[in-house]
Nanobody, 121 residues
Framework: QVQLVESGGGLVQAGGSLRLSCAASGRTFSSVTMGWFRQAPGKEREFVAAIRWSGPNTYYADSVKGRFTISGDNAKNTVYLQMNSLKPEDTAVYYC??????????????WGLGTRVTVSS
């Protein structure tokens, strides 16, 4: 089992920045892929970014490429999502997820409860 706890959400003006954190515990993380997803009101959950812990290789949705950065701290078993140049359309609940499968955008088995990000215009 893997436990994931997100933090760092909040209210920010358009153009501002936030850093989300996801603290992970439980199973070994040597072969895990950690991802961030988001779900806006009335929309389906979508992939945002992912990082392979063993790489570290990173992957991004086109909508956030160049603005968001995913990173990990092995010593703390924590993954971060630095979000810059935020737009109102980034408003969503952001979820941290983990998978041990050979996948980046799908098939995540472990999920956090989410942290809300609101970007005002």
């Amino acid at each position: 089992q893997v436990q994931l706890v997100e933090s760092g959400g909040g209210l920010v003006q358009a153009g501002g920045s936030l850093r989300l954190s996801c603290a992970a515990s439980g199973r070994t993380f040597s072969s895990v892929t950690m991802g961030w997803f988001r779900q806006a009101p009335g929309k389906e959950r979508e992939f945002v970014a992912a990082i392979r812990w063993s790489g570290p290789n990173t992957y991004y949705a086109d909508s956030v490429k160049g603005r968001f950065t995913i990173s990990g701290d092995n010593a703390k078993n924590t993954v971060y999502l630095q979000m810059n140049s935020l737009k109102p359309e980034d408003t969503a609940v952001y979820y941290c997820a983990a998978t041990y499968r050979d996948s980046v955008k799908l098939d995540y088995d472990y999920w956090g409860l989410g942290t809300r990000v609101t970007v005002s215009s």
